[in-house]
């Protein structure tokens, strides 16, 4: 589990505020929403100011909410682009970005920008597409991330651990919104199995 970092401000004559970037990615329903809501509950519990945000085209649980799977959650903002975060952030002390993956290049500069002002940033989002691929920001965050956390689901074919959001459809567009009845997590050997790169181009 997750142990949030810390630091006796109050023994470091003149400290300035000490931020950072935090990562939650995987695959679909591999609980990264979920962790993203436990962290800023225990930062909330810890009276720190916290604000959250969301891609506005995620609409699939509550327009306002991030909702996990297990239908846990918590108020946030909507935006459209990630520059809007740098704009509402305000004086908050923890910034909270779920579904960063449907955020432009962007997101990555704006949560460097947010944690060099000293605030703790913590981002959640799928780190592969539905081809198998990188996807958006989520890669270029990670790299310049202090602390990165890969969580992983169970493969609905085989049981075993699973990384890659498989599409049941053929679909190609690269975002799209869906749950159950258009996803599995896969493992890799049951993802590459039925991936067809034609279909999928």
Not at 12 to 36: D, Q, R
Not at 116 to 145: C, H, Q, S, Y
Not at 166 to 174: C, T, V
């Amino acid at each position: 589990m997750f142990i949030e970092p810390g630091i006796d401000q109050s023994r470091l004559p003149h400290a300035k505020p000490i931020g950072w970037i935090e990562v939650v990615c995987g695959s679909m329903f591999s609980g990264k929403t979920e962790e993203l809501i436990r962290r800023l509950n225990r930062a909330l519990i810890a009276n720190q100011r916290v604000e959250i945000f969301k891609p506005a085209i995620d609409t699939r649980y509550h327009v306002l909410d991030v909702v996990s799977h297990n239908a846990n959650s918590i108020r946030s903002t909507p935006v459209q682009f990630a520059s809007d975060i740098m704009l509402l952030a305000g004086n908050s002390d923890v910034v909270g970005i779920d579904e960063a993956q449907f955020f432009d290049t962007e997101l990555i500069a704006v949560s460097r920008k947010l944690a060099n002002a000293g605030k703790r940033v913590i981002i959640a989002g799928l780190d592969m597409d539905f081809r198998g691929e990188p996807f958006g920001p989520i890669p270029g965050l990670m790299g310049i991330a202090e602390y990165v956390t890969k969580v992983r689901a169970i493969c609905m074919k085989c049981g075993n651990l699973a990384s890659y959001s498989f599409r049941l459809s053929d679909a190609k567009q690269k975002v799209m919104l869906g749950e159950q009845e258009a996803y599995e997590a896969r493992c890799r050997k049951c993802f590459y199995e039925d991936f067809d790169p034609k279909r999928n181009a």
